[in-house]
């Protein structure tokens, strides 16, 4: 079996996006030339107070800088002896990964697409649209929408970013729902899969990528193909 390298790299930021959820940003060390492509994922290695070692995978949540940068977007999970390790770590920590794996990647040709996300599930989006948007001929002449789901408005992650990236480029479209909504909230209500369709009509001629929990996917997979989708124009990637 193959031996993947390990890899160190140093806690720069570690930013709370909301209660139970963190923005963790990292600098490989002695790798400025650490590459990986929009949508990978690394496994983070650390050993728990028993000596055993664990493992978990991350999406990356940033996009290639070629300073050896990247970002993890991650809740705290009750009793997940990672999620809490990670989030606990201080500036100027020390993490040990293996990677980038993963095929949950933009596939060209480029399409018109439509990116799906609830939760953390956002993190590999964050990569793809910083990408993609970056360079006038990724993005140009194409449409692409986000439809993110979350329960309650604090838990919009990277909402200034991504209202931001909107209001600069009138070919992206961001699209927060909120399952739980206020009674002053102005957006979207209920769940992604129940806006799906009329962002993509009749149309059967773009992309969907899908990241979050399993029910999720699922849902909007079926609707999708009851639209007439080829699955080849359906990527997903499940966390759990």
Not at 83 to 111: H, K, T, W
Not at 217 to 225: F, G, H, M
């Amino acid at each position: 079996m193959a031996q993947f390298r390990t890899f160190d790299a140093l806690v720069l930021r570690s930013t709370a996006l909301s209660e139970f959820t963190k923005h963790i940003e990292l600098e490989v060390s002695g790798s400025s030339r650490f590459g990986f492509v929009p949508g990978q994922w690394l496994s983070v290695k650390a050993n728990t107070p028993d000596g055993e070692e664990m493992t978990r995978a991350y999406s990356i949540a940033s996009p290639p800088s070629g300073n050896g940068h990247v970002a993890f977007c991650l809740n705290r999970v009750q009793d997940g002896f990672m999620s809490n390790y990670l989030c606990s770590l201080a500036e100027g920590a020390m993490v040990a990964f293996q990677g980038p794996f993963g095929d949950f990647i933009l596939r060209p040709p480029f399409r018109d697409t439509v990116f799906i996300a609830t939760g953390t599930g956002i993190a590999p989006f964050r990569s793809m649209l910083h990408w993609l948007l970056a360079e006038s001929d990724r993005h140009q002449g194409r449409q692409f929408w986000l439809l993110f789901g979350a329960r309650y408005e604090q838990d919009i992650y990277y909402r200034e970013e991504l209202e931001r990236l909107a209001a600069e480029h009138d070919n992206f479209h961001f699209l927060p729902t909120l399952s739980r909504s206020a009674s002053d909230w102005k957006g979207l209500r209920g769940y992604v899969q129940e806006h799906l369709a009329e962002i993509v009509g009749i149309r059967n001629d773009m992309h969907a990528y899908i990241c979050g929990l399993d029910k999720m996917v699922k849902a909007n997979r079926e609707l999708l193909k009851s639209l007439g989708w080829d699955r080849t124009s359906i990527r997903y990637e499940k966390y759990d």
